[in-house]
T-cell receptor, first 114, second 114 residues
Framework: AQKITQTQPGMFVQEKEAVTLDCTYD???????LFWYKQPSSGEMIFLIY??????QNATEGRYSLNFQKARKSANLVISASQLGDSAMYFC???????????FGTGTQLKVEL | DTGVSQNPRHKITKRGQNVTFRCDPI?????LYWYRQTLGQGPEFLTY????????KSRLLSDRFSAERPKGSFSTLEIQRTEQGDSAMYLC????????????FGEGSWLTVV
């Protein structure tokens, strides 16, 4: 079974609009962390935001926020006021329990249009 | 610029040759990871170091792959007798000594085996 599922291979959004990128996860461990990364065409993975399973509030970092719905096992990334520079691949990832590795989804390609 | 430096950024090699990639972590980041990413996929975990100790290896890390982190600073990933299936981007990531909420990736090293 996939541990991280990103069901949107590609998304389009108009500049200045908000966009939600979906991520669902599967784990039986009560302790886990969820990460979102942005990967431009240059290849670098840029850390965006983190949500811990015990965090009481949804994480926010500037224009990025995470819509964390624990019971539904979803951790959607919301980008507000989209900019052309937001066009990139976005990956959701999870680290479980006391493990070390991140498990990534297949990503969502976001294109911001004028 | 996340501070994780990888080189070379691009490498084209003939099948059967050996290649080595280097990762210089952010200063004082004790935890270091290698991932592999193929086209259209998210990164996959290869191996993890805490200081100079290699504590975890994925089954993806065949016996042709070897990683080292002498003195707990920079790390190298060597692939011997390269095969076309090794063509991928190899990403290095680092983290402080305490498992936390931010893992920084480098820009990756693209390998093409011809």
């Amino acid at each position: 079974a996939q541990k991280i599922t990103q069901t949107q291979p590609g998304m389009f959004v108009q500049e200045k609009e908000a966009v939600t990128l979906d991520c669902t996860y599967d784990t039986s461990d009560p302790s886990y962390g969820l990460f979102w990364y942005k990967q431009p065409s240059s290849g670098e993975m840029i850390f965006l935001i983190y949500q811990g399973s015990y965090d009481q509030q949804n994480a926010t970092e500037g224009r990025y926020s995470l819509n964390f719905q624990k019971a539904r096992k979803s951790a959607n990334l919301v980008i507000s006021a989209s900019q052309l520079g937001d066009s990139a691949m976005y990956f959701c990832a999870m680290r479980e329990g006391r493990g070390n590795k991140l498990t990534f989804g297949t990503g969502t390609q976001l294109k911001v249009e004028l | 610029d996340t501070g994780v430096s990888q080189n070379p950024r691009h490498k084209i090699t003939k099948r059967g040759q050996n290649v080595t990639f280097r990762c210089d972590p952010i200063s004082e980041h004790n935890r270091l990871y290698w991932y592999r990413q193929t086209l259209g996929q998210g990164p996959e975990f290869l191996t993890y170091f805490q200081n100079e100790a290699q504590l975890e290896k994925s089954r993806l890390l065949s016996d042709r792959f070897s990683a080292e982190r002498p003195k707990g600073s920079f790390s190298t990933l060597e692939i011997q007798r390269t095969e076309q299936g090794d063509s991928a981007m190899y990403l290095c990531a680092t983290e402080t000594g305490v498992r936390g909420n931010t893992i920084y990736f480098g820009e990756g090293s693209w390998l093409t085996v011809v």
